[in-house]
């Protein structure tokens, strides 16, 4: 039996927010208390979307014995927070999409794994963000992405059946969650995917290059 699609999940950061350049520039920071170089541009692109770690992982090559990657972690977090949107930008097409989903009664949501007090404070900065009917975060539940937990609370927040939606995201994590959550995933090509990735290998239902093919998927029955 065919479905309709009723709502759209999206992961936040190299989906709906390029938030590279102030992610990079707290790793950086980091990175050079430490005399190590900065990160680059390549190792951004990869890197990214995993956060914290991922970004002074790779900085660092392999983070020392005698540093604590935690600990590293929370001084990333104070310089991110610091300067949380001084060159973050929504992705070209997303407010478009946004408005043109809302205009076909179609819900969408933020599941990210991004810790709440940081979303919450990047959020207003773009007010399309803000009619989201659900934002769920990495530390809502006890459990995150790649566990289908967070992507299942979320389509409940909205009153939707999570196999009536789908889960827009731009790492490999985001579309075992899907899956997992029993939920259609697709690839968000737009985003922070390095060389090194193989985004037709995460059994994703598709890969899409631009916020606007989603309209297409929600348009059609998906089996």
């Given amino acids: ?22 992610m990079a520039d707290a ?17 951004i692109q990869a890197n990214t979307s995993m956060g914290a770690k991922g970004l002074l992982t790779a900085g660092f090559g392999n983070i020392p014995a005698h540093l604590d990657i935690m600990a590293l972690r929370e001084e990333f977090l104070r310089y991110y927070e610091d300067k949380i ?11 478009a999409l946004l408005a043109q989903l809302e205009e076909k009664g179609i819900h969408w949501g933020i599941m990210t ?13 773009f007010p399309e963000l803000l009619r989201a009917k ?22 409940q927040q909205m009153g939707v059946d999570h196999r009536d939606c789908i889960y827009i ?17 697709y690839v968000a090509g737009w985003g922070y995917i390095g060389d090194e990735h193989t985004p037709s290998d995460w059994h994703a239902q598709g890969v899409l290059s631009h916020p606007s093919e989603i309209l297409a998927v929600v348009g059609s029955e998906q089996p």
């Fill in 85 to 95: 949107c001084v060159n973050t930008s929504l992705y070209q097409g997303v407010t």
């Fill in 27 to 43: 790793a950086n920071r980091v990175l050079a208390d430490y005399d190590q170089p900065p990160l680059t541009q390549q190792q």
């Fill in 169 to 185: 995201g731009d790492i490999e994590k985001d579309m075992i969650a899907a899956k997992a959550a029993n939920m259609a995933g």
């Fill in 134 to 155: 659900t934002v769920v975060c990495g530390d809502t539940l006890a459990v995150a992405k790649p566990h289908p937990e967070p992507l299942l609370h979320a389509s």
């Fill in 113 to 125: 794994n991004k810790p709440g007090f940081l979303t919450d404070m990047l959020l207003p900065f």
């Fill in 1 to 22: 039996m065919a479905m309709k699609i009723k709502a759209v999940l999206f992961d936040l950061d190299g989906t709906l927010l390029d938030t590279a350049p102030d």
